[in-house]
């Protein structure tokens, strides 16, 4: 019976946390990715730091991750976007991200599940949209745990490249 209640109380804690990173991304405009344009991926792979938290590798496809004052001039007019991301904690905007890893401080975190969002986001901050869906990725952790990933998300997984047929 604990063990159920322990389940439902970690669910309950994934779904509000959920809400919470979910009401704060969409309180930026969206934009979409308009027709002709590849649809960005994003995945999330979390790893325990050593010293301090963790550290997330953002991998993202038919996507170039840059900071605006390195953004290609012919900017978002060819079949790939570019732009930067959006890291979410717990459901609080914490930084922007222009490369593909970002480390996340312990005091960021609370004592039990936490959620990390990356969203993908045009150099004027406007969300990046493919029909009615944000492009993003999330992870529910628990730093308690042997194996801190509890759960992942992403509205645009990327496919496998190394699969063997």
């Given at each position: ?18 809400a919470l990173a ?95 969002a990356v969203s ?23 730093l308690s745990k ?20």
């Amino acid at each position: 019976m604990t063990s159920i209640l322990v389940i439902a109380a970690t669910l309950f804690s994934v779904a509000a946390n959920n809400a919470l990173a979910s009401t704060e991304i969409h309180e930026h405009k969206a934009r979409d990715i308009g027709q002709g344009t590849l649809i960005p991926k994003i995945q999330l792979q979390v790893f325990r730091d050593q010293i301090d938290g963790v550290n997330i590798h953002v991998e993202v496809d038919n996507y170039l991750l840059n900071a605006p004052n390195i953004a290609k001039k012919e900017s978002n007019t060819g079949a790939i976007l570019q732009g930067h991301a959006h890291v979410y904690v717990n459901g609080v905007k914490r930084q922007r991200l222009y490369g593909e890893d970002v480390h996340i401080p312990q005091s960021w975190l609370k004592t039990g599940v936490n959620q990390v969002a990356v969203s993908l986001n045009s150099h004027q901050h406007e969300n990046w949209m493919s029909g009615d869906h944000s492009i993003v990725g999330s992870v529910f952790l628990d730093l308690s745990k042997k194996d801190i990933v509890l759960h992942t998300f992403t509205s645009q997984p990327i496919e496998n490249k190394h699969a063997h047929h």
